[in-house]
């Protein structure tokens, strides 16, 4: 069973790898969503708080979360969001335009790691 054994260490190895290249991906990501979605918000500034408050954001949960993630701090973002049928909406159309970035590289990395 040596064979079966080390086999088995050696996808752990890799998973744990594969979830750190994806970490990773989503460092990058992250502060470009932040950036993006400060200079594209569609509202106008008062007092730009409600810019401040655009985060971005990686998480890693390993086995379980890896994600980059826009978010709001201001207490009325919910409202900004909804508002005129999302007319001053920004965190999900920032999320779309770098869904397509973010699984794409990780997929580039994951093929790059299985040697394909």
């Known amino acids: ?16 790898a594969m979830e750190l290249d994806a970490f990773d991906v989503a ?5 470009k969503m932040e950036g993006y979605a400060k ?11 409600a810019k401040q408050g655009l985060k971005g954001k990686a998480t890693y949960v390993p086995r379980i979360y ?7 701090t201001v207490d009325y973002a919910e409202y ?16 779309n335009v770098f ?3 973010f ?5 580039r990395r994951i093929m790059w790691r299985m040697g394909k």
């Open 80 to 95: 900004l969001e909804r508002i005129a049928e999302g007319k001053y909406a920004i965190l999900e159309p920032t999320r």
């Open 39 to 49: 200079e594209n918000r569609v509202w106008t500034d008062r007092t730009s708080h």
């Open 27 to 31: 460092e990058h990501i992250a502060p």
């Open 99 to 101: 869904a397509g970035q």
């Open 1 to 16: 069973m040596r064979g079966f054994e080390e086999t088995i260490r050696n996808l752990h190895k890799m998973t744990k």
């Open 103 to 107: 699984f794409d590289e990780i997929a």
């Open 66 to 72: 890896i994600g980059a993630r826009l978010y709001h």
